[in-house]
């Protein structure tokens, strides 16, 4: 791509891609199909703002260097963790959040932010070979070869992951017994390890205060209710949730 033209991205070649109503840009060639739902992201988003997550990326932003980066978060959902990393460093940092959710994007296009949001694939990135000092993925799938081809020389990737106990409480009460009752995370850090030499964990544990009003959200943010064992929460259920525990690992390496 060499320039905007009106609403339109133009290649070299004359191809264009437009920016939709939202104002982002869609570099699928087909339909990607995804269960994070509107509903979903916008239960995740009312959570996420109040701060669920908010010590995780307080700890990235720790682990970054402090001069300015061209950052990508890496399904980047509803978008409020890279808006609140933006927020915490304002090094004028170019950032860029992809997700193969339309609702998620179109969630991400209405913060105030300016990071540049677009739906696209992970295996198949729209990027240049290395374009990016930094990449952020919170809970997402990864392409270790395509992080490679467009991470530049010695930049940096946070891949943040569950421990077994995240979410505890919630697994507990959704999940009295059967498989999806413990969680177990050695495959996603040892396939880590089998791409990066080099790696360092860090981790970030702590409990979080369930607004009363969001216990119901707490629920419907959460793949976890989606398995068929899961049991259905009543209200007198919910009043319990009061609390939930934030236990994650942050894998941290460079590239080359």
């Known amino acids: 791509m060499e320039k905007v033209v009106g609403n339109s991205l133009v290649c070299e070649l004359g191809h264009q891609i437009d920016f939709n109503k939202h104002g982002y840009l869609y570099f699928l060639q087909q339909g990607g199909q995804t269960e994070y739902d509107a509903a979903m992201l916008s239960a995740r988003r009312k959570l996420l703002t109040v701060g669920l997550f908010r010590p995780i990326v307080e700890k990235i932003n720790t682990l970054m260097p402090v001069t300015a980066q061209t ?132 981790r970030v544990t702590y409990q979080f205060e369930i607004p009363t009003n969001l216990r119901q959200e707490m629920v419907l943010m959460t793949p976890l209710h989606w398995g068929k064992d899961a049991r259905q929460l009543t209200s007198d259920q919910l009043k319990q949730l009061t609390k939930i525990t934030v236990d994650v690992t942050i894998l941290e390496t460079k590239n080359g």
């Open 71 to 202: 950052i990508l978060d890496v399904g980047s959902g509803e978008g409020t963790p890279l808006m609140q990393l933006l927020n915490l460093r304002q090094t004028h940092d170019v950032a860029i959040g992809f997700d193969i959710s339309k609702p998620g994007v179109t969630l991400a296009t209405q913060l105030a932010t300016d990071a540049f949001f677009c739906i696209a694939d992970l295996r198949r990135l729209p990027f240049n070979d290395q374009t990016f000092d930094t990449l952020v993925e919170i809970f997402s799938p990864s392409d270790y070869g395509e992080f490679q081809r467009i991470l530049k020389p010695k930049g940096s990737l946070y891949k943040v992951i569950p421990n077994a106990r995240y979410l505890g409480e919630l697994r507990d009460m959704l999940y009295p017994s059967g498989d999806h009752q413990t969680y177990d995370n050695s495959k996603v850090v040892a396939l880590f390890k089998q791409h990066y030499e080099n790696v360092i964990e860090h």
